[in-house]
């Protein structure tokens, strides 16, 4: 049962009255409860329903009538395909990707035209100057509370906004603890241009250094954890020297980049992944002749 | 190259269990359902909290002897591979290619293998398949329908770095009712533990204690409280299905049906606290100061029903 039955049997069953919760869902569909939360927050934030927990009823409700589930006519896997498109554009946190997922969430929200994650003044102000220092590549200085409310002022050098859960978030390489860390875009409290220019971060130098020998990183979380990452042979272009080795952690950061940055590419190697971007591509064709 | 298809962890919150019973069922070495299995190997009675209720809680134990015994308890037969990745071992790559192999050979007898964090997903996960081409092990965990496969190089590399690798090879007959005495005591021991291998945590009785403090000093981790509470609430409705099952099997068990009954209240009372902590994802803490009383409130019930059902267990041995 695919993800987008599942969607529309809880819409249909908040409709009916009922409160399910992800024990109800993960029973009626035989998934674990944590798919079943997945599904509520893929509810929740990619087609934006105002999904909200009610601890009387012990289960997910709508605030408001307002909320339409779009009927389009995508089949889950294609609407899962688009969801993964969207976070992995977001992910690479260029404007121009950023905009190219806004696109694809439309697709599937027609009738939503805010970003996904824009609530308050701050943060579209503090996304905005990271977004500029990324493109000029600049560090930045920004005042930042923690968890437990400890204050913080750093200088840090921009590497990409992603959306995790319920919050956007900045990765960056932070001067003052002298590696990369992640931030809560809601917890940074200032944010300006820094005054000095710093040296490259290591994953930077790496990108910089080995753009030259056709080699690119893609990071990720995986990096910090000491895992190697994969190595992926792909054409670009007709002639040998079109061929650029990939090194990288997640495959969805990966085609997202490759996607983004050439209009035609062929995965040589390794297998798995070729087969895995072959079924993501295959139904994005068949969206894309849809439409 | 290999791949086993058409795998099916079994649904439930203790990553450990839902592999076991993929890996048992895949290779046929087991016959009975997830809560009989739950059961006998013991695993649904686990019950480990830290101090300040880590997420780290329930997977904080001595995974080469209980994940043997459990194995054994059920008839199956496995070996199990632990090493921690610490830098003062100088031998840790030559674990890593004994693990490779071990894992390539219970493959080829169509046995999915279990290892830690095969994705970043900090949980169990089964091994499916590999590709000696690519280097990589085809995986499946509990958070995604189609995650990247593991690298060989990166097998028991992750944020928690310990090679944990266990192949189950071979089934003998054994008892039930055996088996249920068996879990029944291990249950009980778990129960009585004095104390726990790793400083803060406590299991059984005292990982109530552990809960109740958190609670009352409300220094709580808010992913790790919501984390553990969906997990125990699972793990104390299985104990709930269980003693329901053992009794009405084993006539000499008749006496678990006293068990049930207020099994049935803990596990009542430990998925109204799931409720009100709703999962939403790695991290992510679904704690509302307000509710903290309720819990609390909850907590306790669930622990004086279960002080009772491991009183009907202990005179039942």
Known sequence: MSNLHRIQWIDDQRRRGSFPNCSDIARKFEITVRQASRDIEYLRFSLGAPVEYDHQHRGYEYIGDDFILPRERLSSQDAGLLQELTQSYRQIGTRRTAKIAELFSRIYQPETTEPLHVSETRILSVRSIIETCMQEKKQIFIEYIDAGNTRTERTVKPLRLFQWGEHEHLEAWCSTRNATRQFRLDRVLKARPALQEPGSSPVEQENESTLTKEIIYIGGSESAIGREPYTACIHTGSRAQDAITCRFHDSLALLGWLTSRYERFEIVSPRWLREKAGKMYNTLSIIHRAL | ?317
Not at chain 2, 94 to 108: G, H, P, T
Not at chain 2, 190 to 199: D, G, I, M, R, T
């Open chain 2, 1 to 317: 190259m290999k791949k086993i298809e058409n795998i099916s962890m079994g649904m439930t919150w203790t990553s450990f269990a839902g592999c076991l019973y993929g890996a048992v069922k895949k290779a046929g070495l087991y016959e009975k359902d997830l809560v009989w299995m739950m059961g006998e190997t013991g695993i649904a009675f686990h019950f480990i909290m830290e101090e300040k209720s880590c997420p780290s809680g329930p997977t904080v134990y001595n995974w080469q002897q209980e994940h043997f015994e459990m194995a054994d308890r059920i008839g199956v037969a496995s070996t199990v591979l632990v090493r921690h990745k610490d830098p003062k071992y100088h031998t840790f790559e030559l674990s890593q290619d004994y693990a490779v192999d071990e894992v390539k050979r219970s493959l080829d007898r169509d046995v999915p293998v279990i290892t830690w964090a095969p994705t970043p997903v900090l949980e169990f996960g089964l091994i499916t398949g590999y590709d000696d081409a690519e280097g990589v092990f085809f995986v499946k965990d509990c958070a995604s329908e189609n995650p990247d496969p593991l690298l060989y190089k990166n097998i028991g590399i992750s944020q928690v770095p310990i090679l944990f690798v266990q192949s189950c090879y071979a089934k003998v007959p054994y008892d039930g009712e055996t088996t249920l005495r068996n879990s029944l005591s291990y249950a009980q021991s778990h129960w009585n533990s004095s104390f726990h291998e790793a400083p803060s945590y406590a299991a059984g009785r005292k990982a109530w204690d552990n809960l109740l403090g958190t609670l009352e000093r409300k220094d709580y981790d808010g992913f790790g409280l919501t984390y553990t509470m969906n997990l125990y609430a699972d793990s104390k409705r299985k104990i709930q299905q269980f003693l329901s099952a053992a009794a009405g099997e084993y006539p000499a068990f008749r006496g678990l049906e006293a068990a049930e009954e207020s099994a049935e209240t803990t596990a009542a009372e430990m998925e109204k606290i799931a409720s009100l902590l709703p999962f939403q994802g790695p991290g992510m803490s679904s704690v509302k100061d307000e509710d903290i009383p309720e819990i609390l409130d909850c907590a306790q019930k669930a622990l004086k029903a279960e002080e009772k059902t491991m009183g009907v267990i202990e005179n039942l041995l």
